[in-house]
């Protein structure tokens, strides 16, 4: 048996357990019934035994009787009881028939019997208490006579307030409990169909709950469960389950990137959440939250319900950056070495052909900026790398016909900024700016007008100390509607590149806001477009 049980699925066991627990349930409320069934019968013979015996005791025949008998009684005994019995016995066994009474009997104040069920019985001593009736009062009580056990009632007849003669009225204990079987038989019938009833409730619970856990044992749910655990928190990524816009579940890692803290669950729609969150629940792709970047991803599980995975890619996006920024600087040295590369060919090839001047005017070509930055990258104990990337920036342009002009208020140095931070946003704002100008400069060529190309870069720092990047073309500018989705990750008017497109802006503003700045979108006094970047020193309140 111990066996089975072990060996049962979950369904079994329920099964079981729930038709024993209807099976003792029907059997306790059976007995209870039983009980009940007899102390009601008992109250209600013991109520109708008393109102006939009194109805009885009331009536001129039976009064009258027993009061001619009292009479003789002292003189003639025998004759008086014969002439009771001959006055009153027909009429009460008419009674006794009529009623659900098993017998009357009409007495002698000393219990001498004028009337009885069986005639041979009549004169003799009656059987059971008559004190309470001698003294005026009606009372019941069970008690075996002739007949059996009975519930019976006792009570005097009198005549001119002197106890003549006694009624006794009175059903067989054996009828109270056939009758107690009768009603019984209806209960228990009615008992049993809301059993089976229930058994079969429980049952069609059982075998969906079978098909619902393919036939397990609670143990196997039990390691189901606690390996469904295990893994749920300790995976990286934040899962999250949805349904009817409700948070059901949320494993640790999703609640520390959403800070949800211990919040309880469900989370419902209407619930107060850190901000950001209610973002992430309702959107898909990358989203930023609390400083950090999150790639959502939505499956629909059907019914309502959900699944979200959650990674965070604030450290990729770093890293990336990174990247961006060394490629930035990268291309641009590339550039300046190309750009000089060909200058010294031409001036090498010019001093052989005997052309000083020329040459002597092609190399000093554009040396103004080309000083200014030089001296920076030279002079620039702390961090050359931002000289070196718009001196590169500036070979870049020229190449691609763009006039560069910088404009710089600071002192050398990134004044305390990740150099690949600065790089990050500089180049990428100069690169956009380029491409800009370059474009525009292109279109008009090719319609047969002249644009001039140009961009700006104005480095300075506002009145609180905050450092100001300011970047401005000649480009076509960009519509104000389209100013706030320029900054999204994959956003671009361009056509994809072998690195694809869009993520330029996306990584100036990301790194803007990590350092608890801001950038602006504008359109420049005379056309073209003006990015705006404004970033405090580090270690001061912006």
């Given at each position: ?15 079981a ?21 007899q102390?009601?019968?008992d109250?209600?013979?013991a109520s109708?035994?008393?109102?006939l ?10 009064r ?12 003639d005994?025998?004759g008086?009881?014969?002439a ?7 009429y ?5 028939e009529a ?9 002698h104040?000393?219990g001498?019997r004028?009337t ?11 059987l ?7 003294e ?26 002197e106890v003549?003669?006694?009624?006794a009225a009175?059903v067989t204990v ?20 809301a059993l089976?009833?229930a ?16 036939g397990?044992r609670?143990e196997?749910?039990?390691?189901l469960f606690d ?6 928190h300790s995976?990286d ?6 349904e009817?816009?409700?948070v059901v ?7 520390s990137?959403?800070a949800?803290g211990?919040?309880p669950?469900?989370?419902?729609p209407e619930?107060?959440l850190?901000?950001g969150?209610r973002r992430v ?7 930023r939250v ?8 939505r ?11 959650i990674?965070?890619?604030?450290e990729?996006?770093?890293m990336?950056g990174e ?7 990268a291309?641009a ?20 052909l005997?052309?000083?001047?020329r040459?002597?005017e092609?190399?000093?070509a554009?040396?103004?900026?080309g000083?200014r930055?030089a001296?920076?990258v030279?002079?620039?104990d702390?961090?050359p ?6 001196l590169g920036?500036a070979a870049e ?10 404009e ?17 946003m ?7 700016a ?16 002249e ?5 700006e ?10 450092i100001?990047l300011?970047?401005?073309?000649s480009g076509?500018?960009l ?8 900054f ?7 056509p994809p ?7 330029g ?20 006094e005379?056309?073209?477009a ?12 912006a």
């Amino acid at each position: 048996m111990l066996r089975w049980w072990r060996d049962a699925s979950i369904a079994t066991r329920v099964f079981a357990q729930t038709a024993t627990m209807l099976l003792l349930a029907g059997l306790g409320a059976f007995a209870l019934l039983a009980a009940d069934a007899q102390q009601v019968l008992d109250r209600e013979a013991a109520s109708t035994s008393s109102e006939l015996a009194q109805a009885i005791a009331a009536t001129p025949t039976v009064r009258e009787a027993a009061a001619a008998a009292f009479e003789a009684y002292p003189r003639d005994r025998d004759g008086a009881v014969r002439a009771a019995s001959e006055a009153m016995q027909d009429y009460v066994q008419g009674v006794t028939e009529a009623t659900r009474l098993d017998f009357i009997t009409v007495m002698h104040p000393d219990g001498t019997r004028y009337t009885h069920p069986d005639p041979d019985r009549i004169g003799g001593a009656f059987l059971g208490s008559r004190g309470p009736a001698l003294e005026g009062r009606t009372f019941t009580e069970v008690y075996e006579g002739t007949l059996g056990p009975s519930v019976r009632a006792v009570t005097p007849i009198e005549v001119d307030g002197e106890v003549v003669g006694l009624v006794a009225a009175g059903v067989t204990v054996e009828r109270v409990g056939t009758l107690v079987v009768q009603r019984l038989l209806v209960v228990g019938a009615l008992l049993v169909a809301a059993l089976v009833l229930a058994a079969l409730g429980a049952w069609v619970l059982a075998r969906r709950l079978d098909r619902a856990t393919g036939g397990r044992r609670p143990e196997d749910l039990a390691r189901l469960f606690d390996a469904h655990e295990a893994v749920l928190h300790s995976v990286d990524d934040g899962l999250v389950l949805v349904e009817q816009g409700s948070v059901v579940l949320a494993n640790d890692r999703a609640r520390s990137l959403l800070a949800l803290g211990d919040l309880p669950l469900p989370i419902v729609p209407e619930a107060s959440l850190p901000p950001g969150v209610r973002r992430v629940l309702e959107g898909e792709g990358q989203v930023r939250v609390r400083g950090r970047w999150l790639v959502v991803e939505r499956h629909e599980a059907g019914s309502g319900r959900t699944t979200l995975t959650i990674r965070d890619r604030t450290e990729l996006q770093r890293m990336t950056g990174e990247l961006d920024a060394v490629r930035q600087l990268a291309s641009a040295l590339r550039a300046q070495t190309h750009e000089f590369g060909n200058r010294m060919h031409t001036v090498a090839t010019l001093i052989e052909l005997g052309e000083s001047a020329r040459a002597v005017e092609v190399a000093t070509a554009g040396r103004a900026l080309g000083q200014r930055l030089a001296d920076r990258v030279v002079g620039d104990d702390e961090e050359p790398v931002i000289a070196a990337l718009l001196l590169g920036k500036a070979a870049e342009a020229h190449e691609r016909g763009v006039e560069m002009h910088v404009e710089t208020h600071l002192e050398p140095g990134t004044h305390g900024i990740d150099p690949v931070d600065f790089v990050s946003m500089l180049g990428n704002l100069v690169d956009n700016a380029i491409d800009a100008a370059a474009d525009r400069a292109g279109a008009a060529i090719g319609s047969g007008t002249e644009a001039s190309a140009w961009v700006e870069v104005y480095l300075d720092e506002d009145e609180e100390g905050q450092i100001v990047l300011q970047v401005t073309d000649s480009g076509a500018g960009l519509p104000e509607a389209q100013r706030d989705a320029a900054f999204g990750a994959g956003w671009s008017t361009k056509p994809p590149g072998p690195h694809g497109r869009g993520f330029g802006l996306s990584i100036v503003r990301e790194t803007v806001e990590r350092l608890g700045g801001t950038v602006e979108l504008g359109a420049a006094e005379h056309g073209g477009a003006v990015a705006t970047v404004v970033v405090p020193r580090p270690g001061v309140a912006a």
